[in-house]
């Protein structure tokens, strides 16, 4: 046998070339003759040429090598050299060890990844032209009005900007019932995002695990039922809607636990039916919503299985350099943002705004008027009980005409709204006035003793001016309708009293007057008479106070006004 190695290299390699799989020496391998190395390197996945081929050739693989050709061995086979291997390379055994495992967790982490590896588009592209593209291909498969097929463009885009964004929307893809295309939308724009990682089955261990690794697209269907059995994940989704999101968990060191932080920053997508109902709303304002319909039957779209071979890699692959060529103009992008989005629906939008300013003043119009639209959308529906309460109670200080009411003719009006949940919030009977304290209080609004009529006995309810600063704040449209200013008078026994007089203003405080001069702002009309004695009349608020106020008549007909 020892003749083969008489034989020139060429041969040598033709005649092993089917048999063999030459790949670098790992140090230790000696066999005397290809007989001898082909049984012995059997199963082992190492093939040592440097005998075989020539002996005068001296070929040293690099430490890189050798770990690499190490970590394909069988566990049985590296325990029989790991001690020669180590020694060779001047290390010790348990270093060896792990530099062999970190290789074998990143081979097989690579062998696992779930996408597919695309290439950067060869030329520079067009921003609008590729937006428009992918709007396009979206609407193509999917029924959806223009400015929905607009933010699904620039949401698809932002999966491939992750790394320099601060914020990643959710995409919420939702639907009232079966069959609106909720799982289509779903799948293309999974086909087109930035490593689409299914994950509609995934443990909530395994997808923080997979996100920190990878950072892919999540993509999770049926996400009503899928949040219902997985509740740690409402964390998860939520912290990751920021770059510095992350969960704790415990690891294992050696024989004990040492938590760890990891990243959960990552763009995701969720579809699934009534999802208002099946996610918090700490959810739900993290997102971009999509509410489908479903088609009719003159609506006419493509199959997504007959879509064009290379539509969607294509796509992709411009997304990519996309990304490349215009990452840092997205990062210091700083868009104008309209006012009428709320704070956090500003963050929502903010990286979708910076890459359409990208593609220029027409898609930076389009952009800005979705948002708008979606904001309109949003702000109808995902509203909290104690916001629709503030916004009813609004409502009706604006019919009444009134500065004040009592409890039990606020429950009453807010009872006559059959549209409104009132009527049966307690249980299938009317909201109580514990119930409504309760939800008022996180808006330091609380009932208060006053008087209604002057014949009348002290009885609960709320002015106007409580409500002054939560309307504000917290509706979208603020109460804004003309009150009386009141200015001083003398009354007969000399008292300083309240009356009508300048424009009020939107913005005001308690107008109750002891002295001589009220204050020259309006949301509550009180009036405190100051006895002639120097008594003062404050066993209620109001000691001689009127039940309304109407937009364009005097409070008290009968009493002059001075100036």
């Known amino acids: ?67 690499q050709q190490l970590a394909e061995l069988k566990p049985l086979d590296y325990d029989k050299v790991r001690a020669e291997q180590a020694k ?25 990844l779930p996408f597919p590896n695309i290439e950067a588009h060869h030329e520079p592209i067009d921003p609008a032209r590729l937006l428009d593209d992918v709007a396009a291909t979206i609407r193509q498969f999917i029924v959806l009005d223009e400015s929905q097929a607009i933010a699904a463009a620039l949401w698809v885009a932002l999966t491939y900007f992750i790394d320099v964004v601060e914020v990643a929307p959710l995409a919420i893809i939702n639907a009232p019932e079966k069959s609106c295309g909720k799982t289509q939308l ?49 964390g998860m989704i939520n912290a990751g809607y920021l770059r510095d999101g992350f ?29 208002e109902k099946h996610l918090p709303d700490a959810t739900m304002s993290r997102g971009i919503i999509f509410n489908l319909r479903r088609k009719l039957s003159g609506e006419n779209v493509s199959r997504l299985r007959h879509a064009e071979p290379g539509l969607f890699v294509g796509i992709a692959s411009k997304l990519i350099r996309f990304a490349g060529d215009y990452s840092k103009q997205v990062r210091q992008a700083r868009p104008v943002l309209p ?8 963050d929502n939008w903010d990286g979708l705004l910076a890459i359409a300013s990208c593609a220029g003043s027409e898609w930076v119009t389009k952009a800005t008027a979705t948002a708008l639209t979606f904001s309109a959308g949003s702000s109808e529906k995902a509203t909290s009980t104690g916001n629709e309460l503030l916004s009813d109670i609004q409502s009706i200080f604006e019919s009444k005409r009134t500065n004040k009411i009592s409890t039990a003719d606020l429950i009453q009006a807010l009872c006559d709204d059959e549209e409104a949940p009132w009527l049966t919030y307690n249980r299938g009977k009317p909201i109580v ?85 009220a204050r020259n702002t309006s949301d509550n009309l009180s009036v405190t008479a100051q006895a002639t004695n120097g008594e003062a009349c404050n066993t209620v608020t109001d000691k001689k106070a009127f039940s309304g106020v109407g937009v364009n008549e005097p409070v008290f007909d009968e009493i002059p006004v001075l100036f």
């Open 1 to 67: 046998m020892s003749g083969l190695r008489n034989e020139s290299t060429q041969d040598m390699l033709d005649m092993l070339a089917d048999e063999v799989e030459i790949k670098p020496v790992v140090a230790g391998f000696e066999p005397e003759t290809i007989i001898e190395f082909e049984e012995n390197q059997q199963g082992q996945g190492v093939v040592d040429l440097s005998l075989a081929i020539d002996p005068r050739i001296d070929y040293k693989p690099s430490d890189i090598e050798i770990i």
């Open 88 to 112: 060779a390379l001047g290390v010790r055994p348990a270093t060896l060890d792990a530099e062999v495992k970190a290789v074998r967790g990143l081979d097989k982490a690579v062998d696992r």
């Open 186 to 234: 779903l799948t293309v724009i999974g086909r087109m995002a930035y490593r689409p990682l299914p994950a509609s089955n995934a443990s909530a261990s395994a997808l923080f695990r997979a996100v920190e690794l990878w950072k892919p697209t999540i993509l999770i269907d049926e996400a009503d039922t899928f949040f219902r059995d997985n509740t740690e994940l409402h």
């Open 247 to 275: 969960v704790l968990r415990s690891e294992a060191v050696g024989d004990s636990f040492e938590p760890k932080k990891f990243s959960v920053f990552s763009a995701k997508a969720l579809a699934g039916i009534k999802l």
């Open 339 to 346: 006012d009428a989005l709320s704070d956090r629906e500003q």
């Open 433 to 517: 006035p514990r119930q409504v304290k309760k939800q008022l209080e996180p808006y330091q609004i609380e009932p208060k003793l006053m008087r209604f009529n002057s014949y009348d006995n002290p009885a609960r309810g709320f002015e106007l001016s409580q409500f002054t600063d939560a309307f504000t704040r917290y509706l979208a449209n603020p109460l804004n309708y003309p009150l009386h200013v009141t200015n001083g008078l003398k009354t007969s026994n000399g008292a300083a009293l309240a009356v009508t007089g300048s424009v009020a203003r939107n913005t005001s405080d308690n107008l109750s007057v002891t002295d001589s001069v």
